[in-house]
Structures are given as C-alpha cells and as structure tokens.
C-alpha cells in the first residue's frame, strides 16, 4: 500500500433515542485492513449537522452521564432559535460545537493508541425528527468516514 489515505464509509443507524454508539471496533476493523503495522493518524469525522464524535469511558454509566450532561446543557425545549422539526431540535444543532464532529488518534504499530478506559463514540442527540426529513436525512444519518494516514519514514 502507498503511503495515502485510506478511506472508508460506514453507514450507521442510531434509531430513536439519544445514543452514545461505541466505535471502537469498527475503527480497529479499519485499522486492521489498512495499516498493516505503520504508525499515522486515524481521521474520524461524521458529516451530519446533530452528530458528533467523543473519546469516552462506555459501559461504566460515563455514556449515560455525558448524555444526562447534554440534556441539562442543552435542554429539548422552546428556547432555541432554530425551530424547524420536533420541539428543541434546535438544541440538536448546537451539539457539534461542544462535542465535535471528528477526532484525530494516534495509530501505534497499526493499532488505535488509546488509553485503557476509552472508547470512540458517535454521540447523537436527534431523536424524533427523522421521519420529518425522510429517505434524504436517512441516508446521511450516522455516516462515518475514517481516513488512516500512516507517517512517512525517515
């Protein structure tokens, strides 16, 4: 393999309810096809407007806590200015400022460099609006693109 970006897409369904998916697997299952046990940087990004992508403890309540944090954060009620759809989606919007739509990790020996205790996670908060955006909304909902770009040798 040259020393270029791999790239992969991988199409998720959240369903109806805040989720923290975990994402750890399917970035190692990348990793294992394409970095072949180079050192780089693996580029997660989520192209969606209510998405975004966290590095976090799951399993242990700290999804729950982060989505319980979200919710007093960003309450689903009347305040917001962006009102098309369910009641508060504009809160949906703002969630990709504080939990961003992309991380970049490092890649050690062709595997994901985290710390014992952490997981990548797509966060999304949308919960009721998917039917109002219908086949268009669906196909782009969850999209996951991880890129690897391994680090030249010196």
Do not use: K
Not at 78 to 90: A, L, T, Y
């Amino acid at each position: 393999m040259a020393d270029t970006f791999s790239t992969h897409v991988l199409s998720l369904t959240t369903g109806r309810t805040e989720t923290v998916m975990d994402l750890t697997d399917e970035c190692a299952d990348f990793l294992a096809r394409t970095a072949r046990g180079r050192n780089g940087l693996l580029n997660i990004f989520v192209p969606h407007a209510t998405a975004g992508i966290a590095i976090l403890e799951t399993g242990a309540g700290s999804d729950d806590d982060l989505l319980a944090a979200l919710q007093t954060l960003l309450p689903a009620d009347d305040r917001w200015r962006h009102r098309h759809g369910s009641p508060g989606h504009g809160r949906d919007h703002v969630l990709p400022a504080l939990v961003p739509p992309h991380a970049t990790l490092p890649v050690v020996g062709g595997a994901l460099e985290l710390g014992t205790w952490q997981s990548v996670c797509l966060v999304e908060s949308r919960v009721t609006n998917v039917d109002n955006w219908g086949a268009c909304a669906e196909r782009f909902r969850g999209r996951f693109d991880p890129l690897f770009r391994p680090v030249p040798r010196t």
